[in-house]
């Protein structure tokens, strides 16, 4: 991860890509979302996620709002962005990931013969990291900066408020571009914890992995959370590897009884 990390940011530098800059990326849940993430951090360039479901006026707002130079889009995406074009004059290249993606650059290619050297870039750890926006339920979505502190910060808390372990396994359904995922990531990384990732959320296949990885931690949203707790059939599944799975609410608030029901269960 920390090579494609570099890869990544190196190939962005060769592109004129530089500290302060901006950059949105339009991704589902893979290794190379986290490439991105970590390889803007790396740089110094603020970066804003985006769900893949996003439509066009919604790309081209964050787009715009951000200021952003570079975007990088999954080929899933690629019609929205490409629908949006017209509408985020800022930005002046897309690079495409996955197949038959339409874009001029593609992103294996550039990572492929970048050097996986650490960027030489001196960063405070009070410097902007990325930009979540808000679902705009109140108007046009409102963007929330988060430092490369606060992340940090707030990694190391959760670490220490629950008892984690060098033998842990995670398991991610929620979508990272969605926040949550992406800080659940993030936690396990700096633990050095074995990450397993779904592309997207279905119920029955997040039981199942945590079942054939042996998975020892679940984290998710409360939705996920009910969702997976009452499924039909919990029961069926071989969950004796699991001795954590939390749901998280809107208000940052946990709940435990589909915690203590795994355990009857």
Do not use: W
């Not at 490439?35 to 769900?51: C, N, Q, R, S, T």
């Not at 004796?240 to 799975?245: D, N, T, Y």
């Amino acid at each position: 991860l920390n090579a494609g990390a570099n890869r990544l940011a190196n190939a962005l530098t060769k592109l004129g890509v530089r500290t302060g800059d901006r950059v949105v990326y339009v991704m589902d849940n893979c290794v190379e979302f986290l490439e991105v993430f970590y390889g803007l951090a790396k740089l110094g360039v603020i970066g804003a996620p985006v769900m893949t479901s996003a439509v066009a006026r919604e790309i081209a707002y964050v787009a715009r709002d951000l200021d952003a130079r570079l975007l990088i889009c999954q080929a899933s995406a690629a019609a929205a962005v490409v629908e949006a074009a017209p509408e985020m004059g800022c930005v002046s290249e897309v690079i495409g990931f996955g197949d038959d993606h339409p874009f001029g650059l593609d992103y294996e290619t550039l990572t492929r013969s970048a050097s996986d050297g650490e960027p030489d870039i001196a960063l405070s750890s009070d410097h902007d990291l990325t930009v979540k926006y808000t679902s705009g339920t109140t108007g046009e979505p409102k963007g929330c900066l988060r430092t490369h502190r606060q992340l940090l910060m707030a990694n190391v808390g959760n670490l220490f408020e629950v008892p984690h372990f060098s033998t842990d396994k995670f398991a991610v359904a929620s979508p990272l571009a969605a926040g949550i995922g992406l800080s659940l990531v993030s936690m396990h990384v700096l633990a050095g914890h074995p990450i397993v990732m779904l592309r997207k959320f279905d119920a029955t296949e997040l039981l199942d992995t945590y079942a054939r990885e042996k998975v020892t931690i679940g984290h998710a949203s409360f939705t996920i959370f009910k969702r997976v707790t009452s499924h039909p059939d919990l029961q069926a599944f071989d969950l004796s590897a699991l001795r954590l799975f939390s749901g998280t609410g809107s208000t940052g608030g946990e709940t435990r009884d589909g915690l203590l029901r795994l355990r009857q269960n």
